[in-house]
Structure formats: C-alpha cells, structure tokens
C-alpha cells in the first residue's frame, strides 16, 4: 500500500499509514491477548457461510456491473488505489453481515 500510494510533501500520506498500522497493532495485540472461553458452535458456521455467500454474490455483482460498463465505454483502466478501496469495502461488507447474522440470531 505504501508504493502504490501517491506521495505528497505535506507528509500527509505518512501521518494516515502510520495511524493505520498503529491502529491495526492496537487490534491485533488486543485480540491476541484477548481470553476466549468458547468454542465455535453450528450457528458460528452458519452465520459464517452465510456471510461469505452473500459476499460470494457482492463481488459477482461488482464484476457483472465492471464488465457492462467495459462493454459501453471500451477498455477501463483501474488504479491499484481503486482496487485496494474496493477490497476494504469487501472485507467491511463482509465485517457487516457478519455482524448483523450474530446478534439477529
């Protein structure tokens, strides 16, 4: 992410990846650290599947809606930064559901 991003003088680029990586050390050490006492049950594999399936289709039809805007406008040229935005909102997509299928049960 760091090549790929663009840099600027302000350093401004270096103050949001270095919160970033601050912040991603902070959630790690603490889920690391964290005391888990139970185990996965069937509804934590349900839940699972059903999350990954509905992502499943969200990334089919993100690529069904690129390849009709390729077939209108010709060859479209993607940024590694647009790529890397999509795959953040992918993941927080998935966070969502997943989210939203454990606590409605």
Known sequence: IWVATPSVSSGI???ILGIGLVIEVIV???FCLK???ETPDERFYANLAKAASLMFVFILGALMILAVIIGYMGPL????GQIFISIAAL???FAVAYLILERRG
Request: net charge positive; aromatic share 24%; charged share 20%.
């Open 91 to 93: 993941i927080c997509i």
């Open 35 to 37: 005391n888990v006492k």
């Open 28 to 30: 790690f050490g603490f």
């Open 13 to 15: 680029k270096e103050w």
């Open 77 to 80: 040229t993607l940024y590694i």
